[in-house]
């Protein structure tokens, strides 16, 4: 049996790592749950629920088969379905410069909208856009056929299949040709679906020919298997690239399967049948933009049709599910999204409780290309210290000790006296055989609980010297230390805007092997380090110039060449990511062996210092592009309000790190093994 793999190598240092995206040959190639890192009771139940409506269904995660039921090979009427095939063909059709979304249908159909005569004289038909015809807000009534216009374009949002099958003419037109061929030509036959597999009808609501070319549907109209299908949503999930060959274009793939500005928030017609439609309705595929479905990654995006057959591309988990079969029961009154969550939630859940990265935030991010995932040495053997304080910040300075500072406690044993908001220590040793000291500064320990006291967010060291970063001080402010924490000078300036619990981005020992000549800085994008926001902001300042406010730039966004740019201005202050009401404590640091900088982020819960979960992001700069190497919603001891990974304690190969976090109030060390993706597909 064959198997075609996509190599897409990541570094040029040794050992060489490489992500590689499996594709079927002729048959798939087969992993168990567990090989996949998936739980397989979750899944049974999202099989056993599909079967309620009989039929044949598979659940494929990173391009490998991990479970199945029914006949493979039997075809099935896809009913609506067949839309997401028709946006494909419109994505050819954009490929080849055939014709631009946005264009007016009239451009490329002069007798589009007509029959019936009556749309002729509403005056909207002139107005109707491709785009329109995709976004089902052109205002054709529901039947496949020759309907009346309801509304004037982009006023509302109407469910129909003479809409797409308008929009078919249109691409039937563009090409010259016969859908069914091109398709065949530029699309399935390269994804290895056969004849057998996937048939095209004749159209069922219009004459057979258009300008003597075979008229095909885009409403409905295609009949194929589960084989097929799935091949198909891989195709989406490698957003339009096939075994290094691009068919579809990145772009379009991701406008389809997010919801189009100015759509919504439309009316909906026959909201009893199609609920809030117009929030999660992409170019015709459903998605889960406006979280509809709770717990259901955000960039989840579905083909669906009669008797809900249904293609579902999940990017953050790298999962496809094809299904169809019969129609589950309703619930009267019920949202229309409602018979879905029994199969899709259990799927989402089998990921999410076996470890598997799992995004669970507002954002769309997508898996990361190089960590498959990070599993957990046993609970039992995290090491606790310093019961009562939290934070620690840490950074490896030039004697080989790390530097760190705690919070609301009397740091390591023996204790220190009195309480304090921020105190210093210095700590050496490599796990399990750590040991921290106490560190006494007149000028650095402060007095007060909660926000009531100043306490360290970022600790750095660059030539000898310590850098700090403390909140609580309106914004923040900056001191260091010649003495390595003895006594301390703070900057006579503030951030007074943003900034509120500010960090430095970590290399190796006395800033070794560092980006650049720059000391890079991250905050989530609040003036207070206890309300959550919407992004993370970053600054950048001259390592030998950290103690000049004048000298620190801020990022602004990422060019289209890929490249960073920057302002002096922190009111043009730019996202660096993204999470909606969510982005909070954090800590960045630089994984020498991989390449890949790690940004642990605290994730929700009301004390997570005893119950919650959190992420670690990864990228190849400091200011991304940052996608998912793991997340969990509920780890199974709390991990805290702060996390860090220090680099002294990353293994030579980049694999084994050491997860420094704040839960039970300790200072509490847990090691991981990182996961990595294969040239076989499979995680180390």
Same mark, same amino acid.
């Given at each position: ?46 099989? +056993?629920?599909?079967? &309620? ?27 609506? &379905? ?128 258009? +300008? ?103 990017? &953050? ?43 669970? &935030? ?32 840490? #950074?490896?300075? +030039? ?35 750590? #040991? ?249």
């Amino acid at each position: 049996m064959k198997h075609w793999v996509h190599y897409i190598v990541l570094f040029s240092c040794c050992p060489m790592v490489v992500a590689a995206d499996i594709f079927p040959g002729a048959e798939w190639e087969r992993a168990t749950p567990a090989e996949a890192h998936l739980d397989e009771a979750k899944l049974s139940a999202a099989r +056993d629920y599909a079967l &309620t409506g009989g039929g044949s269904g598979c659940i494929i995660q990173g391009g490998r088969l991990v479970m199945s039921w029914g006949d493979f090979k039997q075809r099935y009427d896809l009913k609506s &379905t067949a839309k997401s095939f028709g946006a494909a063909a419109l994505g050819l059709a954009i490929a080849d410069g055939k014709m631009k979304l946005h264009d007016k249908a009239r451009l490329h159909h002069p007798t589009f909208g007509v029959p019936p005569e009556s749309n002729a004289q509403t005056g909207w038909i002139d107005e109707i856009t491709l785009w329109h015809l995709a976004t089902q807000t052109a205002g054709f009534d529901k039947a496949g056929g020759y309907v009346p216009l309801l509304f004037k374009p982009g006023t509302q949002w109407s469910y129909s299949d003479s809409g797409p099958n308008w929009l078919a003419e249109c691409v039937t037109l563009a090409y010259r040709r016969d859908l069914d061929e091109l398709m065949f030509e530029r699309l399935f036959t390269p994804l290895g679906i056969q004849r057998a597999d996937l048939v095209w009808r004749k159209n069922a609501y219009r004459p057979d020919l258009i +300008d003597g070319i075979k008229r095909r549907e885009f409403g409905s109209g295609i009949s194929a298997n589960v084989d097929a299908m799935a091949r198909f949503g891989l195709l989406w999930l490698r957003e339009g690239q096939w075994k290094g060959h691009p068919i579809l274009p990145r772009d379009f793939v991701k406008q389809v399967r997010s919801a189009q500005p100015g759509v919504p928030g439309l009316k909906v017609r026959n909201p009893e049948h199609y609920g809030h439609a117009s929030h999660h309705y992409g170019l015709l595929w459903w998605n889960n933009a406006d979280e509809t479905i709770e717990g259901l990654p955000l960039d989840t995006f579905w083909t669906w049709g009669l008797y809900d057959s249904l293609i579902v591309v999940i990017p &953050t988990l790298d999962i496809v599910i094809a299904r169809a079969g019969q129609s589950w029961k309703r619930t009267e009154g019920a949202d229309h999204y409602e018979v879905l969550k029994p199969f899709l939630l259990p799927v989402v859940a089998a990921a999410r409780s076996s470890g598997a990265a799992f995004v669970e &935030t507002k954002s769309v991010v997508a898996q990361s290309p190089v960590i498959a995932g990070i599993e957990w040495e046993s609970a039992g053997k995290i090491i606790r210290q310093a019961k009562g304080s939290d934070n620690w910040p840490l #950074t490896w300075a +030039d004697d080989d000790a790390l530097y760190s500072a705690y919070g609301d406690g009397k740091g390591f044993a023996p204790f220190v006296e009195k309480k304090l908001s921020l105190g210093l220590v210095k700590i050496t040793g490599t796990p399990p055989d750590v #040991t921290g000291v106490n560190l006494r500064s007149s000028t650095a320990e402060a007095l007060g609980d909660g926000k009531n006291g100043r306490k360290a967010s970022g600790m750095l060291c660059v030539d000898g010297v310590l850098y700090m970063l403390v909140r609580n001080a309106a914004n923040s402010q900056i001191g260091w230390s010649l003495d390595h924490g003895a006594s301390w000078t703070w900057a006579d300036w503030k951030f007074t805007e943003s900034f509120g619990c500010p960090g430095f981005v970590n290399f190796g020992k006395d800033y070794a092997g560092a980006r650049d000549g720059y000391v890079y800085l991250y905050s989530h994008d609040s003036s207070s380090a206890y309300e959550r926001a919407d992004r993370f902001v970053m600054a950048r300042v001259p390592k030998d110039r950290i103690r000049e406010r004048a000298a620190y730039e801020f990022f602004v966004q990422t060019g289209k060449d890929g490249v960073a740019q920057w302002s002096s201005d922190i009111a043009k202050r730019g996202a660096v990511f993204e999470d909606p009401g969510a982005c909070y404590r954090s800590s960045i640091s630089f994984n020498p062996a991989l390449k890949r900088y790690l940004w642990c982020q605290t994730g929700r819960g009301e004390d997570t210092r005893y119950r919650g979960g959190f992420a670690i992001y990864d990228a190849p700069e400091p200011w991304g592009p940052w996608t998912l190497a793991y997340q969990t919603k509920e780890w199974d001891v709390g991990p805290g309000e702060t996390l860090h990974l220090p680099v002294k304690w990353m293994s030579a190969d980049g694999l084994t790190v050491h997860l420094v976090f704040s839960g039970d109030d300790c200072f509490s060390v847990r090691r991981g093994t990182l996961r990595l993706r294969q040239p076989s597909g499979h995680p180390r």
